[in-house]
């Protein structure tokens, strides 16, 4: 929580500064909005609009070339998580297709794996997995932070734009997706219960399925990854989140599918989201958000449509 609030205060700083002096590169970090939706001082605001303008959607806001934290922010948020509502046929036999793989690898591996990390404890392995659990959870922020500082201090965009990307993949994948899962599957921890087909769905947070730290470990190793093309570089951060999830296994944690699946969506959210940015930055990217008001005889509201 520490290290959240470390780097959401460098965002937020961030933010201010990009705001607070003259240019045009202010109205980048603006919610893409129609123009009569932002007051002058650029705050939302409900501008006045004629009965004729009820309904009639308006023309897409586009970003510029260099779009600002608050505007790529809001696109790999709603790209992220509204990716499924624009997925073809293909991409859900994919889906299909990784799903059922999980399915296997908990049908092979979790009760074998449990028993195995139970019965052969050491303590090389003890020491081992007490240091790398913790890039899971507080460690890795402490990562994402050193990022922002290296960036900001030094003025070293690649270090900024690590620091943004694996923040921004850290909160979506491990701080909306991943507690999503976990509350509407509701798997039982192999701590909670001897069989791996436990199941109390909508019953609380704190659930196996996925795990929450093998979700952030590759969702920051993804990030590092992909801004890097140094070979040594993918391989010690893939292998430190890969330790990650051992570490959560030979702890009684999570099962073997838990740990697989929070790799898969950390390391989907994060290559994807540094891969909508890096075209967000360079002016090339297709994401499109238009808000518009939506206002009937008995609703009164607002819309957003999200072209890809």
């Known amino acids: 929580m520490i290290g959240g609030a470390l780097v959401l205060g460098v965002l937020l700083s961030a933010q201010a500064g990009a705001q607070g002096g003259p240019g045009p590169e202010n109205d980048d970090s603006r919610l893409l909005l129609p123009a009569e939706a932002v007051n002058l001082d650029g705050n939302l605001g409900l501008a006045p609009c004629s009965d004729e303008?009820?309904?009639?959607?308006?023309?897409?806001?586009?970003?510029?070339?260099?779009?600002?934290?608050?505007?790529?922010?809001?696109?790999?948020?709603?790209?992220t998580l509204g990716a499924p509502l624009h997925w073809s046929g293909k991409n859900w036999l994919v889906f299909g297709g990784i799903a059922a793989g999980v399915a296997a690898v908990g049908f092979a591996f979790d009760i074998p794996m449990r028993d195995k990390t139970q019965e052969h404890q050491t303590s090389t392995l003890d020491e081992l997995t007490k240091v790398v659990e913790p890039f899971g959870a507080g460690y890795s922020w402490a990562v994402i932070g050193a990022y922002g500082i290296a960036g900001f201090a030094f003025h070293d965009p690649d270090a900024k734009d690590i620091f943004f990307d694996s923040a921004i993949a850290s909160l979506l994948a491990s701080g909306?997706?991943?507690?999503?899962?976990?509350?509407v599957i509701g798997r039982e921890r192999p701590n909670q219960s001897v069989s791996?087909?436990?199941?109390?769905?909508?019953?609380?947070?704190?659930?196996?399925?996925p795990s929450g730290h093998a979700t952030q470990a590759f969702a920051v190793a993804s990030v590092i990854s992909a801004h890097s093309d140094r070979v040594w570089v993918s391989v010690t951060a893939y292998t430190?989140?890969?330790?990650?999830?051992?570490?959560?296994?030979?702890?009684?944690?999570?099962?073997?599918?838990?740990?697989?699946?929070?790799?898969?969506?950390?390391?989907?959210?994060?290559?994807?989201?540094?891969?909508?940015?890096?075209k967000l930055r360079s002016g090339e990217s297709k994401v499109h958000v238009a808000f518009a008001p939506f206002v009937t005889d008995r609703v009164r509201g607002a819309s957003v449509l999200i072209a890809f």
Do not use: C
């Open 53 to 79: 303008a009820l309904g009639q959607a308006p023309e897409a806001a586009e970003a510029e070339s260099a779009p600002g934290i608050g505007t790529i922010a809001v696109k790999d948020t709603l790209a």
């Open 176 to 183: 909306i997706i991943t507690p999503t899962l976990k509350f």
């Open 196 to 209: 791996s087909t436990a199941f109390h769905p909508f019953s609380g947070s704190d659930n196996s399925f």
């Open 240 to 278: 430190i989140a890969g330790l990650v999830g051992f570490a959560r296994i030979y702890h009684n944690a999570h099962w073997t599918s838990d740990v697989t699946a929070g790799a898969i969506i950390g390391t989907f959210v994060g290559r994807g989201v540094v891969a909508l940015n890096k």
